[in-house]
C-alpha cells in the first residue's frame, strides 16, 4: 500500500491498538477453552487493566492528533478516505461517553450479570429487574452522550453493533416478516410433529462427531494454517489477529448429532468471513467486520442456506453414514434432511429452528426497544414477555427462568443486540438469492461438495470491503437494493415446501 | 494484609505491572501450544508492544515515587522490608540498560537466532560466529551498565537468573563435582551398555500415556484446578498467574515411554513451586520465584531424587503395567528401573542423564564466561568445545550442530543461564538430604505412592518464601549450610552403586 504519510501514522496507530486488542482477545479465547478455573479472578483484572491500556491508547492526544492529521489529506470516496472515516466513527463513539459513565456501568454490569444468574437459578425476575432498571437509565445516559445523530435513543446503542443501523427499518421489516413466519409455524409445525427423528439422537461418539466437523470444516475451505477448532461451553468465534488467526469452538453431546456440527458450520461462517480479509491490511478497519448483522449473515448462510439444505446432505449424508453405519444405516437421505429441518415452537432462542427463530428475536427487540424508550415499565416485562410468546409461538413459559430471564444480553447492558440476529437472517436471504444469480450452477455444485466458487463470491463481494462499506453500501453492491424481507420469506416459504409437502 | 500505606501503594503498582505480564505470558503459552502458524508475525508484534508497556510501567514516574516512598517507611528485615528491597534490585535491573542498547540487543538477539537456526541446518559455525560476536559485546556492555557489585561482568550477566550468584563459586562446586561425575561415568557407562533396554522404546500409545502421566501429576500433588496439562515442542512450565493459574507441557513419542513422562514429572516440579507461592501474595515479590536455580533444584527434585527412584517405582510400575501389559509384561520392577536409570555419555545435553548432564553444563559454562571475558576467540569454539566433550565424556562431536550449535541459549543472549542446571541439581540433592532428615518415613511414603508431607514440608520450607529470601538464605535454612556439592555427590554414588552394582 502507498498512503499518504498522515495516513500512514493513523494506520500505525490504528495497528498499535490492534496488537494489544488481539492480546485480550486471547485473553478472553483463552478463558472459554483451557484456562483452569483458578485463573479466574486475576484473569478479570488482567483483562480490566488491559482494556483501560487500550482505552487509554485511543484517547491519548497522539492519536487525535494523527486522526486530524490524516483527515485533512484525505478527500473523495476511495479507500483511505473511507479507512479514516471509519476510525473517525469509532473514536468519537469511545470519546464521548465520559469515563465515569463508562465506570459506573461496568461496575452495574458485573453486578447485574452476578443477579441475573442468581435470579434465573431461582425463577425469580424481581430479583433482576432493580439491576435491569439502572441499566437501561444507564444505556439511556450513554445514548444522550454518544450524541448520535440516529432517529431514537434505541439507534444509537444498536449503532455499536449495527453501524448506521435504525430500529424503525428493523420494526418495519419485523412487522412485514410474522406474520408470515407465523402462518409458517402454524402450518409446517404439525407436520413436523409425524417425522422421525429418533436417529438424531442415538449415540454418536464424540470423537467421531470431533473429526466428521474438522473435515467438513475444511471442505468448506476454513484454512487451519491461519485457525484453530476447540470446544468450550458456548460456541464461539474468535479473530484473535483476522485473518491470520481467526478460530473456532463448538460443544458436543453425545445424543446429539445435529448441534454440535451447526454450531461448527455457524462459527466456521463468522470465521470464513474475517479470513477473508485483506491480509494487507491487517489490524485496521480495512480487515474488520462492519457490523454484527453481517457477521451474522455469514454465519447464518452457511448453517442455514447450506448447512441444512438437501444439496449439501446429498453429498454429506453418505459419509456421515460411513462414519456411524450403526446410527444412521436404517435412514434414507430425505428422512435425514426433514429431520435436520424440523419446526417446531419452542421456549428457548438458541434451540430454535430456522423459521421460529425470528419470531424469538423480534420479540426481544420490540421489548427491549419499548424498555428502553419507557413505553414498558420493567417490572411488566414478564407478563408482556409471555403474551408475546404466546401470540407468536403459541406457548407460555411457566417459569422466568425459561422466559425472560432466559438470555445473558440484558444484564450485559448490550440493548441494541438483538436485532443483529435477524438482520443477520435477512442479509444471509439476500446474499444467498444474489450468489445463486451470479453462479448458476450453485446448487450442483453444494451437491458435489464443492463451495470454493460460493466463498469465493462471498470473498469478494462482502469479506474483502471490511469495514470501509456500510452494511447498507454491502447490501446495495451485492443485491442492487437495501435491505428488504422479501428474499427470506421467499427463501424459507420455497425450502419448508420443498421438504414436508 | 496489613501494610503501610506507601508499601500497598507500592504492591498496587506492581500487581497492575503483573496482569500485563499475566498476559505477556498467556501470549507466550499459546504460541507454544494452541496457535496456528499463521498467526506468528502479529504474535510477535504483540508481544513486542505488549512488552514496551510492561518496560513503560517500570519507568513510569508513579513508580519510582512508589518505591522511593516505600522505602522511606520500611526497616528492619520483615517481609514489607524485603518486599520492597526486592523490587528495587528489579527496578535497578530494568532502569540501568538504556533503552537504545536494548532495543540494540533485541535486533541483535532476533538476527542471532535467524542465523543459528540456519547455521545448525548447515553445520556451519562461521555463519554464526559473527552473531555471537556482536551478542558478546552487547551483553558486554549490558553488564558494565548495569553496575553490578559482584566480582566480574559474567556475575552481572547471571544475576539475571540467579540473583546474588557468583560464577566463582559455580567454578569452584564444578571443579569439585568433575572428577567423580567423569569417575562414575567411566565406572557405570560399561556396565549400563549391558543393560536391557528395549521395551522401554516399545510402542506405547500416547493416548494412554496421556492419561498416565496425568494420573502421576495429580498424584504428586499439582492442583488441575490451578492448572492444564497441554502438549508442545518442548515441555515447559508456565506461571500464567502464579499460584492460581501454573500450566505445564510436555511431548509424546510413541516409541519411548520414558521421555514425556520424565518431562511432565519435571516441569510438574517446577508448576508445584509456583503452585505453592502464597496465594495472598499474588503478582508480588512475596509470590514469585527467586532464581532459576531455585526453580530448577524443584523441577529436578521430583524428576530424579523422587520420579527415578525404586522406592517411586515399586509403587507405579505395577500401575504402568496394568495400563501397559503387553509392553511390560515381561518385565521385572529392577530391569525397569535399572533401564530407567542408564548412564550413557552423549553428544546431545537434553538427552543426557542424570550423571552426564551436569559435566554437559559445566562445559557450556566454563566457555560462555571465557567467551564473555575474552579468554576464549569466538573462533576457537568448536575446537574447544569438541576438546572438553573428549575430555568430560570421551565423545568428540562430528559436527557443529551435534556440538557447539546445539543450544539456542547463546542466540538468544542469554550468558549466565547454563550454570543454573548446575545449581539446580545441587541445591536438589541438598534440600533432598535435608527433607529425608526431616521425614525420616520419606522413602517408605514415596514407596505408597504419599506425596503430601515431602510436597508440605518443600511448600513451607522452599515454595512460600518466594523471591524475598535469597536462594543462599533458603539454602541456609534448609540445609544449615551455603551451597556445597557433598549432597549431590554422595547422593549420586550411592544410587548408583546400588542399582547397578
Redesign the interface.
Known amino acids: 500500500m502507498s498512503e499518504q504519510p498522515a495516513v500512514t501514522t493513523l494506520v500505525d496507530e490504528i ?2 491498538i490492534s ?2 486488542e ?3 482477545d ?2 478472553g479465547w ?1 478463558q472459554e477453552t ?6 479466574a ?3 478479570a ?2 483483562r ?3 482494556t483501560e ?1 487500550v482505552h487509554s491508547a485511543w484517547q491519548a492526544p497522539s492519536f487525535s492528533d494523527a486522526l486530524r492529521a490524516a483527515e485533512d489529506v484525505v478527500d473523495g470516496d476511495g479507500r483511505s478516505a473511507r479507512l479514516v472515516r471509519e476510525v473517525r466513527r469509532r473514536y468519537d463513539r469511545r470519546v464521548r461517553v465520559p469515563s465515569s459513565l463508562a465506570e459506573e456501568t461496568a461496575i452495574a454490569t458485573s453486578e447485574a450479570q452476578t443477579a441475573w444468574i442468581e435470579a434465573r437459578s431461582k425463577n425469580a425476575f424481581s430479583q433482576f429487574a432493580p439491576h435491569l432498571e439502572r441499566l437501561l437509565k444507564l444505556r439511556r445516559r450513554t445514548a444522550e452522550a454518544l450524541r448520535y445523530e440516529g432517529e431514537s435513543l434505541y439507534d444509537a446503542l444498536m449503532d455499536k453493533y449495527e453501524p448506521y443501523g435504525r430500529a424503525a427499518k428493523v420494526r418495519e421489516l419485523g412487522e412485514q416478516v410474522k406474520p408470515t413466519l407465523i402462518e409458517l409455524v402454524g402450518k409446517y409445525a404439525p407436520i413436523c410433529r409425524e417425522v422421525r427423528r429418533d436417529f438424531l439422537s442415538r449415540p454418536f461418539p464424540v470423537e467421531q462427531q470431533q473429526a466428521f466437523g474438522e473435515q467438513v470444516l475444511r471442505d468448506l475451505g476454513y ?6 477448532i ?1 470446544v468450550s461451553a458456548h460456541p464461539f468465534c474468535s479473530g ?2 483476522s485473518p ?2 481467526v ?1 473456532v469452538t463448538t460443544r458436543y453431546t453425545e445424543n446429539d448429532v445435529k448441534s454440535a456440527l451447526s454450531g461448527l458450520i455457524h462459527e466456521c461462517g463468522h470465521a470464513l468471513y474475517e479470513q477473508g480479509f485483506d491480509p494487507e491490511w ?2 485496521t478497519p480495512v480487515a474488520q467486520a462492519i457490523s454484527m448483522g453481517i457477521h451474522e449473515s455469514q454465519s447464518r448462510l452457511w448453517e442455514n442456506q447450506i448447512g441444512t439444505s438437501p444439496e449439501f446432505w446429498s453429498h454429506y449424508f453418505p459419509k456421515l453414514v460411513d462414519q456411524f453405519p450403526d446410527q444412521l444405516g436404517d435412514v434414507e437421505l430425505d428422512e435425514f434432511v426433514r429431520a435436520f429441518n424440523i419446526v417446531e415452537p419452542s421456549l428457548i432462542r438458541v434451540e430454535a429452528d430456522e423459521v421460529t427463530y425470528n419470531l424469538h428475536v423480534l420479540l426481544r427487540f420490540e421489548l427491549e426497544q419499548d424498555l428502553l424508550e419507557e413505553r414498558l415499565p420493567v417490572a411488566d416485562l414478564p407478563t408482556v414477555w409471555n403474551q408475546k410468546m404466546e401470540e407468536y409461538l403459541g406457548l407460555r413459559p411457566d417459569s422466568d427462568a425459561t422466559g425472560c430471564l432466559q438470555d445473558i444480553h440484558w444484564s450485559m447492558g448490550a440493548f441494541g443486540y438483538f436485532p443483529t440476529y435477524f438482520l443477520g437472517n435477512v442479509y444471509s436471504a439476500q446474499f444467498y438469492t444474489a450468489a445463486r444469480a451470479a453462479l448458476p450452477d450453485l446448487d450442483q455444485q453444494i451437491s458435489r461438495g464443492e463451495f470454493q466458487p460460493l466463498r469465493n463470491w462471498l470473498r469478494t463481494e462482502i469479506h474483502e470491503l471490511g469495514s470501509v462499506y456500510s452494511a447498507t453500501e454491502i447490501s446495495e453492491r451485492v443485491s442492487g437494493t437495501d435491505l428488504h424481507a422479501d428474499a427470506l420469506l421467499t427463501y424459507l416459504k420455497s425450502k419448508f415446501e420443498t421438504l414436508y409437502s
Not at 483451557?34 to 485463573?39: E, I, L, N, Q, V
Open positions: 495497528r498499535r496488537y494489544l488481539s492480546a485480550l486471547l485473553l483463552d483451557a484456562m483452569p478455573r483458578g485463573g479472578k486475576t484473569r483484572r488482567a480490566g487493566e488491559l491500556i484454512d487451519l494454517e491461519r485457525g484453530l476447540a484473535i489477529s491470520s488467526d478460530r491487517e489490524g
